[in-house]
């Protein structure tokens, strides 16, 4: 019998408050202003966090 590939219901830590994923006990996330944000929405977050403050170069 092979091992299931489905990490047990007990080793879920948390999910990610944007997209609704599982984080795993051992996995990294962030902690930002009370949210949880797993490693795959830490970019976009970013971008928006950043957005309003964008600027494009004009000579």
Request: glycine share 8%.
């Given at each position: 019998m092979e091992p299931s590939l489905?990490?047990?219901e007990w080793a879920v830590f948390a999910r990610c408050?944007?997209?609704g994923?599982?984080?795993y006990l051992g996995e990294?996330?962030?902690a930002v202003?009370?949210?949880?944000?797993?490693c795959d929405c830490a970019d976009d977050y970013g971008r928006s966090l950043l957005?309003?403050?964008a600027r494009?170069?004009?000579s």
């Amino acid at each position: 019998m092979e091992p299931s590939l489905i990490p047990p219901e007990w080793a879920v830590f948390a999910r990610c408050s944007l997209c609704g994923g599982e984080i795993y006990l051992g996995e990294a996330y962030y902690a930002v202003d009370g949210k949880t944000i797993c490693c795959d929405c830490a970019d976009d977050y970013g971008r928006s966090l950043l957005a309003p403050f964008a600027r494009v170069a004009e000579s």
